[in-house]
């Protein structure tokens, strides 16, 4: 089924890295949520109304927050497929988070909205008409919403879209509430109890919770995260890949929405090596990454000396000293330069967030111990915090 929609919806389906492509993938998956939550809505609120049950209501209210959810979702995918302007370069596929949180805050107020009428069902019962039909329309609600997030977290990976995979979880735990508000009908009906305002507020807890983690999942991007560990690998290993690169540091990936993804980093290169050719081997880079991943990246080419035996056994002595700090430290752009008086160690110094000292102590402690190898060496230290979340 799901196969059969995108073969019928979206056109060029396997060209995802297209965002016209990815847009018509957003827009199916809003159009089937519309329609399908629409029609669970309006199926369970008259059976709940006719036969007076809140919690098949809530239910059904949680549908309807759903739907909600996808028409945002389209307009999202609408607006995020929008090219760059003068007014935002980088795109504007950051308004699929956006949308996403609006429709959390939605999520929320309704679910605290039903948690009040049903409290009022515990304190206030009526007798509850138990109905075939019922629970004949909750069965069919678990079936549709089973499908729904199978079919949204296959699309939602298929374009690596948060959005559609946080969609996706939360129709998967939609068939939790559904089933936990199904056996409290069939138990009412065998026992008597008058289970119908509890699980109301159960159900209403449940798209609360919902409602927090989508807020969270939704804010943390437009923050700004560190990327993916698997991302950062990537990277790493792409560009170590070519010839003449001797390492990198500093890099720094930002996420301007899905398919915007813009990089910057400092790659090393022998300083002995002609700048024509290490400039060419970053050009080729660059454009590597543009064409192959999609990655708009900025490199910084930093020169190393690898050719002098003086100067790389202090780098070696330094990167054995600040490691003994710590062995998550790393020194990077080492530097000597010899004076009348003293001789200035020039370096920068790659700490984790984790790192519980401050930059200023772990900057003085080193300077310490530099001039404990030698009482004319002088530090000159940088402390870099890696912008790649390590």
Request: charged fraction near 20%.
């Amino acid at each position: 089924m799901t196969e059969l929609l995108i073969r019928w919806f979206v056109k060029n389906d396997k060209d995802i890295q297209n965002p016209a492509v990815r847009e018509r993938y957003g827009k199916l998956a809003g159009a089937v949520g519309v329609v399908s939550n629409a029609l669970l809505f309006l199926l369970k609120f008259l059976a709940g109304f006719f036969f007076q049950s809140i919690s098949v209501m809530a239910d059904a209210v949680n549908n309807l927050s759903d739907a909600g959810s996808s028409v945002i979702t389209l307009v999202g995918f609408k607006i995020s497929g929008k090219p760059a302007d003068a007014q935002h370069p980088y795109g504007h596929a950051r308004m699929e988070y956006i949308t996403g949180l609006a429709v959390s805050f939605i999520i929320l107020l309704l679910g605290l909205q039903l948690v009040q009428s049903s409290a009022e069902k515990i304190f206030h019962p009526e007798e509850t008409v138990f109905s075939w039909l019922t629970v004949g329309a909750l069965a069919v609600s678990i079936i549709i919403k089973l499908w729904q997030g199978l079919f949204n977290r296959k699309i939602g990976k298929r374009i690596a879209s948060a959005a559609l995979e946080a969609t996706a979880a939360d129709s998967l735990n939609d068939v939790i509430a559904t089933a936990v508000v199904l056996v409290s009908v069939i138990i009412s009906r065998l026992t008597g109890w008058r289970l119908d305002g509890y699980m109301g507020v159960a159900v209403a807890v449940f798209i609360i919770i919902s409602g927090i983690r989508l807020i969270r999942d939704t804010v943390n991007p437009l923050l700004g995260m560190a990327p993916d560990r698997e991302l950062v690998k990537k990277i790493s290993d792409k560009i170590h890949s070519y010839e003449g690169v001797l390492g990198l540091h500093d890099l720094a990936v930002h996420n301007y929405g899905p398919g915007r993804c813009f990089a910057s980093v400092h790659v090393e290169v022998p300083a002995s090596q002609d700048i024509l050719i290490s400039h060419d081997i970053i050009d080729n880079i660059e454009r590597d990454f543009m064409d192959e991943m999609g990655i708009h990246l900025v490199i910084h080419l930093d020169p190393v000396v690898t050719d002098d035996e003086t100067t790389n056994a202090l780098h070696q002595e330094v990167n054995e000293l600040v490691r003994r700090i710590s062995p998550e430290l790393s020194v990077h752009d080492f530097r000597v330069v010899v004076g009348n008086s003293h001789t200035n160690l020039i370096f920068d110094v790659a700490a984790p967030y984790g790192l519980k000292m401050s930059n200023a102590e772990l900057k003085h402690l080193i300077c310490e111990k530099v001039q404990q190898l030698d009482g004319n060496y002088y530090a000159v230290v940088v402390i870099d915090r890696n912008f790649d979340g390590s």
